[in-house]
C-alpha cells in the first residue's frame, strides 16, 4: 500500500517567515495530493490540493509543489500568521484510499 | 445545513465493554472512512466502505467492525479486543476513491476508564 512520510513534525517559525512542510509518497500511481489542517480540538479542513497532472498550485499564502519523478510534494506558507498555528497533514491516493502523513505542529511566534 | 456529524464528542468506556461510535452524513458521499489518531502518529486508516453493504479493513482494523446498511451511516464498534481504544476517531466521507476532497466530522474522543 501507500505509504506517506512527512517532515518535519514540529516546525516554529518567526510572524511574517515561510514555512515550509515535505512529503513523500511510495505508490507512482498517486494522482491526488491533498493538505489538511487542524486546529486544536477541531476536524481536519482541506486547505489546497494537487493533482498529478499539475507541477504547481498557489492560493493566497498558500502554495503546494508536486514532483511525480521524485514521488515528493511540499506546503509552502508565506508571511506566516499567528493563525497558522496548527497541524498540518499531507495525504496521497493509492489503492484508491486517502494515505495521511503523520502531521507537522506548525507555531507561528508573534 | 449539509455535512458529516459524529456522536457523542465524548465517550466513556469501561474495560470489556462494547461501544458504539456513529456517523453520519448528508453529503450523498459513496465512500465513507474511519480514522484513528494518536499523539504523534497521524491518522490511521481503520475501515472504508466505497459502497452500501461493502467495506475493506485498513491499517489498524483488529478489534474494530463497521457496517455499511444505509449510504449515510457508517458507525463504527469498538470492541472489547482492541487493546488500546483511548484515542481520538475521525470519520470522513468523500464522493469517489479517494480522489477528491474528504469532509471530517468533528471527531469523538473515547477513554477508557
Known amino acids: 500500500g501507500e505509504n506517506v512520510e512527512q517532515h518535519p513534525s514540529t516546525l516554529s517559525v518567526q510572524e511574517g517567515d515561510s514555512a515550509v512542510i515535505k512529503c513523500t509518497y511510495s505508490?507512482?500511481?498517486?494522482?491526488?495530493f491533498p493538505w489538511y489542517k487542524q486546529e486544536l480540538g477541531k476536524r481536519p479542513q482541506l486547505i489546497i490540493d494537487?493533482?498529478?497532472?499539475?507541477g504547481e498550485k498557489k492560493d493566497q499564502r498558500i502554495a503546494v509543489t508536486l514532483n511525480k519523478t521524485a514521488k515528493h510534494f511540499s506546503l509552502h506558507i508565506t508571511e506566516t500568521q499567528p493563525e497558522d498555528s496548527a497541524v498540518y497533514f499531507c495525504a496521497a491516493t493509492g489503492a484508491n484510499n486517502l494515505f495521511f502523513g503523520t502531521g507537522t505542529r506548525l507555531t507561528v511566534i508573534p | 445545513d449539509g455535512g458529516i456529524t459524529q456522536s457523542p464528542k465524548y465517550l466513556f468506556r469501561k474495560e470489556g465493554q462494547n461501544v458504539t461510535l456513529s456517523c453520519e452524513q448528508n453529503l450523498n458521499h459513496d465512500a465513507m472512512y474511519w480514522y484513528r489518531q494518536d499523539p504523534g502518529q497521524g491518522l490511521r486508516l481503520i475501515y472504508y466502505?466505497?459502497?452500501?453493504?461493502?467495506?475493506q479493513k485498513g491499517d489498524i482494523a483488529e478489534g474494530y467492525s463497521v457496517s455499511r446498511e444505509k449510504k449515510e451511516s457508517f458507525p463504527l464498534t469498538v470492541t472489547s479486543a482492541q487493546k488500546n481504544p483511548t484515542a481520538f476517531y475521525l470519520c470522513?466521507?468523500?464522493?469517489?476513491?479517494?480522489?477528491?476532497?474528504?469532509?471530517f466530522g468533528q471527531g469523538t474522543r473515547l477513554t477508557v476508564v
Open positions: 470522513a466521507s468523500s464522493t469517489t476513491r479517494g480522489n477528491t476532497e474528504a469532509f
Open positions: 505508490d507512482s500511481a498517486s494522482n491526488y
Open positions: 494537487i493533482r498529478s497532472n499539475v
Open positions: 466502505s466505497q459502497i452500501v453493504n461493502d467495506f
